[in-house]
Every structure is written in C-alpha cells, then in structure tokens.
C-alpha cells in the first residue's frame, strides 16, 4: 500500500488531527505536509512537527509552500514530480486540499499574483498544484479530495444576508471591491470560495474519466462540519466572534450538537478528512459528501454553463495549459 499523500493546511486545527490520523492509521503511505510557514517560531508548525515525532516509523515531511504565490506553487509541483521521478518518493496516491484563507476584518486583499487571497489560497493555488501533479499518481488510480463548507449552500444563515455567488463580471471574483460591511461581505467570499470549489470538482471528474490514464483517479468534495473549537475563529475575525467561541461555541457544544446535526470538533473532521480521501481511495466514488456520507451540493455547482465558465477561467488563472498539464483532453 505505498503511495504519497499531499496534504496542504496541515498545521490547522483539522489539518493536525487529520496529519496525525494519517500517521496513525497508514503508516504504510509517504506523507507530504504542506504549511506556509516552517519557521521554528511558528506555534502551528511545531506542533505538526511534535506529532510526526510520535510515530518514528512514519515517513512524514513538511514542506514550506506558500498558496499566496503561484511562481512557488508550480516549483513545488515540479520539486514534488522530479522527486518521484528519481525514487525519492513513491507515487502519488491521493492530494487532500484542505487549506484556506479568510478574513472577516479587513478590506479583500490581493495576492502577489494579484488574485484575491481567499480565492488563489483556498482554490487558484490548488488548481495548479493538482494538474500539475497529475502524471505522477499511482497508475492504479487515486484520490483528490477538496474541502467544501456547508456555507457554499445559497441559503440564508444567520450570521450574514449576503448569499454566495458566482457574479458574471469574473473580475468581481478576483478583485472583490471593497465594502463597509467587512464581516458579511468577508464571510460571503469564503462561502463563496467553496461554491467555485465545489463546482470545479464537477468538470474536474469529467475530465478524468475521458482520459484513460486519469479514469482511476475520482475527485470528492468534503463538507466537513462547522467546527466549533477551530482557531479559524480567533484568525481575521472581529472580538465578537473569538468571545462567542470562547463563551458559546465550545463550552455549550453538546447542546449545539443536538441542534445542529453536523456541529462537530476538528478532530473528528480530521479523521473524516483522511479516511475519505485516503482510506476509501479505491473506492471510485465521487461527487460530494457530507462527512463520509453521500451528499447534494447546491445546484448552482451542477449548472454545465456555470462549470464550464469555472474551468476555463480557473485554469486561466492558475496559469495551466495543454503544455504544463498530463490531461490533455481538457484543452482540446
């Protein structure tokens, strides 16, 4: 059972329950830990760094890649290929993109790129990580699991009454204009991060599945619960929000789990994260799951118009062709 797991975000609250599930569970694979800081006074990292420590028998790395800058996305693609090209790691059997990037205080921001931040992290970086990775899964096949938000739901909630949406001005997409409503217009682009995630996965397993070499390797989208003990609160977020955590949503979480039926804590998200995306690997099972069971997106993620828009303005912006990608048929 050799393989690589490339696993982004791994030094968030999910992402360290899920690194550590990873290494418990199958110690068999080579695990690939992607964070955006590897500096020894970065308090999320060492942490990823004590648990790879608990299980000596693993072979775990951390890789610093930086999701705001693409120049350093398609580098570590090429790093990561020319290493399994040359035996240093075997091939790839599943990527997990699990990280994101939000903030709910601020004006949109704008990466090097010139994309925003929310959408290049959580979406734009990991087009680009994943077809250019592509030839170098395992010949039997894989998984590619990208992490989703109940929030991508067009469904009114009470925290904000901006909905998410897919605009027709694709420039309102990666130039969000500014607004004096920084927490609902900020909450908005991240709901509206995992709707573009969602749909992307759609044409993303068409391609797939055209393509012989690639028809083994199935796409699912994760909602993975809303967390009520993630730090995301207290990243980017006005003091009302960390106080609510700090008073309401993690002290009262078996009550809100009984109203809320997918309240649930990191941990138990992390182990969901891995046992979908690597322990039901061969299972050629796709689409969209709530946790590990079998779900309905929102529609807006099943319109062929509207996948296709995503696809072509996504690869755009991600900066891949028919000459840097292995699946060919998605550019004919």
């Known amino acids: 059972m050799a393989g690589t797991v490339i696993l982004t975000g791994a030094n968030s609250s999910a992402g360290l329950h899920a690194s550590e599930h990873l290494l418990k569970t199958y110690s068999s694979y080579t695990a690939i830990f992607t964070v955006r800081n590897v500096a020894d006074n970065d308090e999320n990292t060492n942490k990823l760094r004590a648990i790879i420590e608990k299980y000596p028998k693993a072979s775990a790395s951390i890789h610093e890649l930086d999701l705001a800058d693409l120049t ?3 580098k570590f693609a090429t790093t990561i290929s020319d290493s399994i090209i040359a035996g240093e790691y075997p091939a790839i059997k599943s990527i997990i993109c699990n990280a994101y990037y939000w903030n709910l205080v601020a004006d949109p921001e704008l990466t090097i790129d010139g994309f925003d931040r929310s959408l290049q992290v959580g979406h734009i970086a990991h087009v680009a990580l994943i077809l250019r990775l592509l030839d170098s899964f395992n010949p039997d096949g894989g998984r590619i699991e990208l992490i989703s938000s109940v929030l991508h739901y067009r469904k009114k909630n009470p925290v904000t009454n901006y909905l998410p949406e897919i605009p027709d001005d694709f420039d309102l997409f990666i130039h969000p204009r500014p607004d004096p409503d920084k927490f609902g217009r900020g909450y908005q682009r991240y709901g509206t991060l995992k709707l573009v995630v969602t749909t992307w996965a ?6 797939l599945q055209k393509d012989p070499r690639f028809a083994n390797i199935s796409v699912v989208v994760m909602n993975p619960g809303n967390l009520g003990d993630s730090r995301t609160f207290r990243t980017n977020t006005p003091m009302s929000i960390q106080l609510m955590q700090m008073f309401i949503l993690k002290p009262l979480m078996p009550i809100l789990r009984y109203l809320d039926p ?7 998200a992390g182990v ?7 322990g039901q690997a061969n299972n050629g099972e796709r689409g969209y799951y709530t946790f590990l069971k079998k779900d309905e ?4 993620a099943l319109d062929k118009e509207i996948q296709h828009k995503i696809w072509v303005k996504s690869v755009e912006w991600a900066r891949i062709n028919k000459e840097n990608t292995a699946l060919k048929v998605a550019f004919k």
Request: with cysteine; net charge negative; hydrophobic share 35%.
């Open 72 to 74: 350093a996305v398609h």
């Open 202 to 207: 759609c044409p993303l397993n068409e391609y």
């Open 262 to 268: 997918i309240y649930r804590t990191s941990a138990e």
């Open 272 to 278: 969901d994260i891995i046992e979908l995306g690597v």
């Open 297 to 300: 997106p929102d529609p807006v």
